[in-house]
């Protein structure tokens, strides 16, 4: 399959996916504001869309090789979430407040990490 049929699929699966979930959440119907999509022959892409109850979504990138972009929606609660990724050969990598974050590493950790790398002994 060519990137760019791939690309187009998985942008019709999201954005199917998020029409049903803004139609589950609330009674209110949901419409495209805005939408734009690209793909070029070398398979270099982008695409981003609005809707009307306020939920964004945008990337770009080389279709099977890396991705960048981001999106945002209104939770039940009234806030507003965003997300920005990356997607390559490192796998996805999202960012956004509500991704939960790994607490600190203790300082006593720390400590005898640096310990034990300053005070390795040599390899016999």
């Given at each position: 399959m060519k990137p760019q049929?791939?690309?187009i699929q998985?942008?019709?699966v999201l954005l199917g996916a998020l029409l049903l979930l803004a139609h589950s959440v609330g009674s209110q119907e949901v419409?495209?504001?805005e939408q734009e999509?690209?793909?070029e022959p070398d398979g270099t892409y982008s695409y981003r869309y609005r809707l009307t109850d306020?939920?964004?979504a945008q990337e770009q990138g080389q279709g099977g090789v890396s991705a960048n972009g981001g999106y945002s929606y209104t939770s039940?609660?009234?806030e507003v979430i965003r997300i920005t990724y990356t997607a390559d050969e490192?796998?996805?990598?999202?960012?956004g407040d509500v991704i939960?974050?790994?607490p600190p590493i203790p300082e006593a950790i720390l400590r005898a990490l640096e310990y034990i790398r300053t005070h390795a002994r040599p390899e016999q």
């Open positions: 049929i791939f690309t998985i942008q019709a419409e495209i504001v999509n690209n793909i306020g939920t964004e039940p609660e009234g490192n796998g996805f990598n999202p960012q939960p974050q790994p």
